[in-house]
């Protein structure tokens, strides 16, 4: 039987998921920085190609926890 999780559960995974968000930016954007340098030509072109598609699953992902970062907002009330 399923039961509903409480307000406080629910603000703890949105906390989480707030934390997650935040860490992700933040290596999204080093893996993008890292890219501009590496696209010079002085790095091999399968490895730049290899940062790009992980910066590239890194912010679909992103996408994902926005979503339930917002799934849970509403849920709480808070839109």
Partial sequence: M???KT???LREEL???EEELTELRATGSELRRQIGER???S???ADVAAAITAAEEQEAFLKV???RRDSLRRRL???
């Fill in 7 to 9: 307000d406080v559960e």
């Fill in 77 to 79: 009330g808070e839109e």
């Fill in 43 to 45: 790095i091999d072109a």
């Fill in 39 to 41: 696209s010079d030509g």
């Fill in 2 to 4: 399923a039961t509903e």
């Fill in 65 to 67: 926890l926005e979503a």
């Fill in 15 to 17: 906390r989480l998921v």
